[in-house]
């Protein structure tokens, strides 16, 4: 696609407009972006973004106001203009990886979807980032362009979906380290990752019987948590031994027999000791526990 030209309309914007323009950024080559509200000019334009009043992805249009509006998710959210370009250029935007999309879709572009449409059941109270993007626009006591400030609007959000998608790319690979750990422990008990990797979710969607973790630092020792009931818990599915609570080093080395053992939580959801077989010794004595 070359020398395209995107329309959405002129004034006051809002994240489902800017996060559109910031998401085709991203796949097309330099184009020219005209903010307006002239029909001619709208009918000309090769994508249209939030204006025109048609939903149409083969011929590039992209808005949802029309009577009925644009479809909406299996979950009820409807399609905001972000959202239906979402659908289209999704996939391609993360780099062919369907997954990813879907995930990135779940996390910000359903919600950005939401507030728009005025679906807000479900969407977390305080400021969000619709809001964020809203306040880009020049105030009443500004004296500002709308169109420069919705340029200024459209590089914040390029740069937060680029970091949008790194995470649901990371979070569906460390899926799979995690799942692989799972599945080659020795002990179901104690899932042992080779480097750390966030694995609550994937614990607690594929084993019922976790109890610990044991993972490297970034600082070369070992660790040892405890896995929560749920995600987000502060109650464990086992906490260390009650004897361990907020030792450290000496202590803690005389209360385990462990020499290289360096200290334990005072809530009893993570210890850590020098080595490897140290910190498995650990989890040995929290079993027996």
């Known amino acids: 696609m070359t020398d395209k030209t995107i329309a959405t309309h002129n004034g006051n914007f809002h994240a489902d407009d800017v996060f559109s323009v910031a998401a085709l950024k ?7 972006l ?21 939903y149409d992805a083969d011929a590039g249009r992209f808005d949802h106001h029309q009577r009925g509006g644009a479809g909406a998710r299996e979950n009820g959210i409807p399609f905001s203009s972000f959202g239906l370009i979402w659908q289209k250029y999704g996939v391609e935007i993360c780099g062919g ?15 950005i979807d939401a507030i728009d449409c005025g679906h807000v059941e479900g969407v977390s109270e305080g400021i969000s980032l619709s809001q964020t993007i809203s306040m880009f626009n020049p105030t009443w006591q500004e004296d500002a362009h709308f169109d420069d400030c919705f340029d200024e609007a459209v590089e914040f959000a390029s740069r937060l979906l680029t970091r949008f998608i790194a995470s649901a ?15 080659n422990a020795e002990d179901p008990r104690v899932i042992v990752l080779e480097k750390y990797t966030p694995w609550k979710r994937t614990v607690h969607d594929l084993s019922e019987r976790a109890l610990y973790m044991v993972y ?17 818990s502060f109650e464990d599915r086992k906490p260390l031994p009650a004897p361990w609570a907020g030792l450290s080093d000496k202590e803690l080395q005389a209360a385990t027999g462990i020499d ?8 009893l959801f993570i210890a850590g000791a020098e080595s490897f077989e140290s910190t498995m010794k650990m989890a040995t004595m929290a079993l027996q526990d």
């Open 26 to 32: 991203t796949i097309l080559p330099p184009f020219t």
């Open 169 to 183: 790319n990371g979070g569906i690979s460390a899926r799979e380290i995690v799942a692989k750990a799972i599945e």
């Open 97 to 111: 990886n369907k997954d990813v999309a879907h995930a990135v879709d779940s996390g910000l572009v359903s919600t």
């Open 216 to 232: 490297p630092s970034q600082t070369g020792q070992w660790r040892i948590q405890t896995v929560p009931v749920e995600p987000g």
């Open 260 to 267: 290289d053992a360096m200290f334990c939580h005072n809530g």
């Open 34 to 54: 005209i903010r307006t509200r002239d029909l001619e000019k709208i009918d000309k334009a090769d994508i249209v973004i939030d204006v025109g009043g048609v």
